[in-house]
């Protein structure tokens, strides 16, 4: 049975993939400082019901913290990490850089010390699209040169790639990198824009479109991130870092009109210009993932439905 440590196992993406690795029979070791950059309730939640009734083990304890991490890994004998507890958030780290050097550049650094002395058989972390910055080729390739992040979050995770590739190349231990693209569903981020519009759109409120809705993305729905993310874990691959997102271009438009359509609802649109730190479009060549079987199949209309129906029923606003 393999033992996964979890970091950030009470975030959006940490407790979808630890439901799917209990449910498949591994063991899951996890920890997350429920820290307030938003709503902790929704944190504890994720735990308390999203996860009722599955067995795992939930540290409550910083990354920056080297001892509380250390004694984790001395007892726990684990077998594999997936390292996702980050500050993210473009926006918010234009403001508290210095947050996020020490969360996702120490943090990270720390548990990758930890993990070549207590031979751990793959860590892999998440990056994020964001580390393309300005990219103008299209669509975004692993291969592209990424020396020119425009927010201090994607400097950091661009920080913690070459962090990995030096623990691959001095000791050998098996590092991949994920690259998401702008996740969304059920027990998602308030931070991100389709939580943040369905709770206006709902309220009668207007909406901020940013770049007056010329932006587009690889919309990711959490299932096919979650499938793709063990796909990496199991393949056990020696060094890379690996785009993962949705295979279909979408732009905000689009997005929002299967909002409104899933809502029933109109949403009143406030045209605003691009937000500092914050780029146009980021599109995905997931081709590299593919090839190790990996394929996402949900498309916005069944992602966005899901997502409504959650977010109505957890905050019986039906
Ligand atoms: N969701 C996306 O669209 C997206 C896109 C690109 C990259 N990512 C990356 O994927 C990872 C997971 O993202 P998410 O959307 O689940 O975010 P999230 O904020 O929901 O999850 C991160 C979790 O880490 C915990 N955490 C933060 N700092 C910590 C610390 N110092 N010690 C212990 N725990 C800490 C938080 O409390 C949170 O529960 C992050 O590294 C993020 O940067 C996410």
């Not at 991130?225 to 438009?253: C, F, H, P, Q, R």
Request: with cysteine; net charge positive.
């Amino acid at each position: 049975m393999t033992k996964v440590f979890i970091t950030g196992g009470a975030g959006f993406i940490g407790s979808n993939l630890a439901k799917k690795l209990i449910d498949r029979g591994d063991q899951v070791v996890m920890i997350d400082n429920f820290n307030d950059y938003y709503d902790v309730k929704l944190k504890q939640d994720r735990i308390k019901k999203f996860l009722k009734g599955y067995k795992f083990k939930l540290y409550k304890g910083d990354i920056r913290d080297y001892k509380f991490l250390e004694k984790i890994y001395k007892k726990e004998k684990i077998d594999k990490v997936v390292h996702l507890a980050a500050m993210a958030g473009v926006r918010y780290a234009i403001e508290n850089p210095m947050i996020y050097a020490e969360v996702n550049v120490l943090g990270t650094t720390n548990l990758l010390q930890l993990s070549v002395r207590y031979k751990i058989k793959n860590f892999v972390y998440a990056s994020s699209s964001s580390v393309y910055g300005n990219n103008k080729k299209f669509p975004f390739s692993e291969n592209d040169s990424v020396d020119a992040p425009i927010s201090p979050y994607a400097a950091t995770k661009k920080s913690t790639e070459l962090m990995a590739h030096v623990f691959s190349h001095v000791h050998g231990m098996k590092t991949t990198g994920l690259r998401y693209f702008t996740v969304y569903g059920p027990w998602g981020r308030p931070d991100m824009a389709l939580f943040k519009f369905t709770k206006n759109i709902l309220a009668g409120k207007s909406i901020d479109v940013y770049n007056r809705g010329k932006m587009s993305r690889n919309f990711s729905y959490i299932d096919d991130i979650v499938s793709g993310t063990i796909t990496v874990l199991d393949a056990d691959l020696s060094y890379g870092v690996m785009n993962i997102g949705g295979d279909k271009e979408e732009t905000l438009m689009r997005y929002i009109e299967v909002l409104e359509k899933c809502l029933g609802k109109k949403a009143k649109k406030n045209m605003m210009p691009m937000q500092p730190g914050d780029v146009p479009s980021t599109v995905a060549d997931i081709s590299k993932l593919r090839k190790l079987g990996w394929k996402p199949t949900t498309r916005i209309e069944e992602g966005i439905k899901n997502f409504v129906d959650w977010y109505k029923s957890y905050y019986e606003t039906k």
